[in-house]
Every structure is written in structure tokens, then in C-alpha cells.
């Protein structure tokens, strides 16, 4: 069982940058690759970034590629999302969610995830 937890959005100007964090529970952290979603309102939950589970490797959604990296310290049990030069249509709630195993970029799809955090807003303002 892992829990995930996740904190650090917020209300922003376009331009401005913030630091989502994921904090997760348990001592097998290490053993699940860790991604990022965001859904906005009444679109559906896309993929955003995601982080292999030794942090080795990432992978990231072309429309936040060069502005967004994706990070993790498994001694902390946290993953990270550095956003950057954030725009209006960033805004939208962030989860982060972690997956045990998969094959090629499963992990791009939502309903391949074990685990989910309860979400936190990010709105940019123009």
C-alpha cells in the first residue's frame, strides 16, 4: 500500500514558476515509477511527466516539455515537479500517481497507475 500525498500549488501569474511536491508513504517508494497528471475542468486527466524508478530516466508531455522536470529523492520518499514559465493553460489540478510495472510508455495512460494522491490546484493567471 502506498500513500501519496501531494502539496505546493497554488495562484500564479503567467511566467511565474512553483515546485509541486509528492510525499508517499511506505518503504517500497523505490520499487514504483512515479508520473504526474493534471485534469482541468471538464477535460479529461492527462499525461504530464513521469520518472523511472531509479530517477534514471523521464519522460515528459510535449506541451510542458523544456519547462517542466520531473525529479525524485527516494531517500525522502518524494518526487518532484519543477514547473516553469507556466502559462494560463497550465491551470488545472496536478496528481501524482505511482506504478509498479509496465511496458514501453504505459505509463502515459492514467489507468495504469496503482496509486493516486488526492490532487492539488494550480492556477495561472494571465
Known amino acids: 500500500q502506498v500513500q501519496l500525498v501531494e502539496s505546493g500549488g497554488g495562484l500564479v501569474q503567467a511566467g511565474d514558476s512553483l515546485r509541486l511536491s509528492c510525499a508517499a508513504s511506505g518503504r517500497t517508494f523505490s520499487s514504483y515509477a512515479m508520473g504526474w497528471f493534471r485534469q482541468a475542468p471538464g477535460k479529461e486527466r492527462e499525461f504530464v511527466a513521469q520518472?523511472?524508478?531509479?530517477?534514471?530516466?523521464?519522460d515528459y508531455a510535449d506541451s510542458v516539455k523544456g519547462r517542466f522536470t520531473i525529479s525524485r529523492d527516494n531517500a525522502k520518499n518524494t518526487v518532484y515537479l519543477q514547473m516553469t514559465s507556466l502559462k494560463p493553460e497550465d491551470t488545472a489540478v496536478y496528481y501524482c500517481?505511482?506504478?509498479?510495472?509496465?511496458?514501453?510508455?504505459?505509463?502515459?495512460?492514467?489507468?495504469?497507475?496503482?496509486?493516486w494522491g488526492q490532487g492539488t490546484q494550480v492556477t495561472v493567471s494571465s
Open positions: 520518472i523511472s524508478w531509479t530517477g534514471g530516466s523521464t
Open positions: 500517481g505511482a506504478i509498479r510495472y509496465y511496458t514501453g510508455t504505459y505509463y502515459r495512460i492514467s489507468e495504469g497507475y496503482d496509486y
